[in-house]
Nanobody, 118 residues
Framework: QVPLVESGGGLVQPGGSLRLSCVAS???????????MGWYRQAPGKDRELVAR???????DYSDSVKGRFTISRDYGKRMVYLQMSSLKREDTAVYYC?????????WGKGTLVTVSS
């Protein structure tokens, strides 16, 4: 059972938009409160890096490379987090991973591939 499931990845042209979704469906989330949810990405040959995260009270944190282009949001009732991406660039190409923090531990999805290419 995968606790976090991403969707919405695909091929998009530079300058285009894409929205990623993630649902926290694992059993652990049924009995534990989710604190922070976020998105990370890993490009070919590079380490995984933070893209954006949203905290329990709604404050957000973005990497400098995506500020002004990406927007993170969450639906508390549905246990979902979203990443709206616009003005996509070739360097945004990566596998995007959803994560959720519960009781000080971080859980990950298997990722969804975003390819930005003309």
């Amino acid at each position: 059972q995968v606790p976090l499931v991403e969707s919405g990845g695909g091929l998009v042209q530079p300058g285009g938009s894409l929205r990623l979704s993630c649902v926290a469906s694992g059993s652990i989330f049924s009995t534990n409160s989710i604190n922070t949810m976020g998105w990370y990405r890993q490009a070919p040959g590079k380490d995984r890096e933070l893209v954006a995260r949203i905290f329990r009270l709604g404050s957000t944190d973005y990497s400098d490379s995506v500020k002004g282009r990406f927007t993170i949001s969450r639906d508390y009732g549905k246990r979902m987090v979203y990443l709206q991406m616009s003005s996509l660039k070739r360097e945004d190409t990566a596998v995007y991973y959803c994560n959720a923090q519960v009781n000080g531990m971080m859980y990950w999805g298997k990722g969804t591939l975003v390819t930005v290419s003309s």
